[in-house]
Antibody, heavy 122, light 107 residues
Framework: EVQLLESGGGLVQPGGSLGLSCAAS????????MSWVRQAPGKGLEWVSA????????YYADSVKGRFTISRDNSKNTLYLQMNGLRAEDTSIYYC???????????????WGRGTLVTVSS | EIVLTQSPATLSLSPGERATLSCRAS??????VAWYQQKPGQAPRLLIY???NRATGIPARFSGSGSGTDFTLTISSLEPEDFAVYYC?????????FGGGTKVEIK
């Protein structure tokens, strides 16, 4: 089955760190760049970060640049997001997402995970 | 950063009616616009990519058009399951951005 499964969300204090994972299955993972998209409670979608299939190119939203790090392990078919210096405004559901086509810059997403909730609060 | 502005914020229609949703970009995004549907408690679902291409399994009542800065998602005849929030997104340059969404609600 083609799917993405996020994990690692939870409650963290402001200034703290958290690492998210996204396990992929059912497709050739290293053929696809991957991305993280978040959604604050009751709000719209916000793109967070992306990286190429090889992991050699990374991209970040200004709101997370310097605090978040995206990475992948193609041997484990897993995408990661390391989040440091967390702020209240980072509170969101974090989705991992797969582009609709591989081997290129096709950055619209035809497969999404169910998401994992990150809450930043004291 | 390219800003995508969706209108209207809310669209109140009855089943069987035609829905027309707008997405305007602050600068040209060529044809690189996608549309998503999101229902409460669910992840977004890709409907249309690159302006007018329906994603796998998307019914023909969904269609997209436009170019440059102005894009439209049309639902030709609303089914009960189409009442949801719709987002546009561009992939023209970094950062990727989404529009603020249009809620299609039952009148």
């Amino acid at each position: 089955e083609v799917q993405l499964l996020e994990s690692g969300g939870g409650l963290v204090q402001p200034g703290g760190s958290l690492g998210l994972s996204c396990a992929a299955s059912g497709f050739t993972f290293n053929d696809y760049g991957m991305s993280w998209v978040r959604q604050a409670p009751g709000k719209g979608l916000e793109w967070v970060s992306a990286l190429s299939g090889s992991g050699g190119r990374t991209y970040y939203a200004d709101s997370v640049k310097g605090r978040f790090t995206i990475s992948r392990d193609n041997s484990k078919n897993t995408l990661y997001l390391q989040m440091n210096g967390l702020r209240a405004e980072d509170t969101s559901i974090y989705y991992c997402a797969k582009p609709y086509r591989g081997n290129g810059d096709y950055w619209s997403f035809d497969l999404w995970g169910r998401g994992t909730l990150v809450t930043v609060s004291s | 950063e390219i800003v995508l502005t969706q209108s209207p914020a809310t669209l109140s229609l009855s089943p069987g009616e035609r829905a027309t949703l707008s997405c305007r970009a602050s600068q040209s995004v060529s044809s690189y616009v996608a549309w998503y549907q999101q229902k409460p408690g669910q992840a977004p679902r890709l409907l249309i990519y690159d302006t007018s291409n329906r994603a796998t399994g998307i019914p023909a009542r969904f269609s997209g058009s436009g170019s440059g800065t102005d894009f439209t998602l049309t639902i030709s005849s609303l089914e009960p399951e189409d009442f949801a929030v719709y987002y546009c997104q561009h992939r023209s340059s970094w950062p990727l951005t989404f529009g603020g969404g249009t809620k299609v609600e039952i009148k």
